[in-house]
């Protein structure tokens, strides 16, 4: 027969197991560090992911696509390069990209984050000012 201690370790511990199973690719979030910055070429913009759960920020996520456009301004088709930067802090991931003209420009990412099977996508709006 389990004590109260006991019953009350295996109840905390279910309760733990089905929180971390029914975490999924929804519960993390990507941001912008900077939503607004300078036009031009050659520009570093950085996302930071964190965990919706935790509010932390989730270091090591390998990041395998992204792009950059303005959609958010309706020209989906201006589209521009982007090229990874080393990280200077966990959980925040920087890129190298154009931003030719001013106005918002939609960073779409996709990530692969440890020990989540599925995977990660975001969109981040930032604006690119004269």
Do not use: C, W
């Not at 912008?32 to 070429?41: A, I, T």
């Not at 201006?78 to 930067?85: F, G, K």
């Not at 959980?91 to 001013?102: I, Q």
């Amino acid at each position: 027969m389990l004590s109260k201690f006991s019953t009350a370790a295996v109840a905390a511990t279910l309760s733990l197991a089905a929180s971390v199973a029914l975490a999924g690719a929804g519960d993390y979030a990507f941001e912008p560090v900077n939503p607004e910055m300078k036009k031009g070429d050659d520009v570093t913009l950085a996302v930071r992911l964190t965990s919706k759960q935790t509010g932390k920020p989730v270091p090591d996520a390998v990041i395998f696509k992204t792009r950059v456009d303005m959609a958010p301004d309706g020209m989906a088709e201006m589209e521009s390069a982007v090229a990874p930067l080393p990280s200077k802090e966990p959980g925040v991931y920087a890129f190298k990209t154009d931003l030719p003209m001013a106005g918002r420009y939609q960073v779409t990412l996709s990530a692969k984050v440890q020990g989540e099977p599925e995977t990660v996508t975001g969109k981040v709006i930032v604006k690119a000012i004269k």
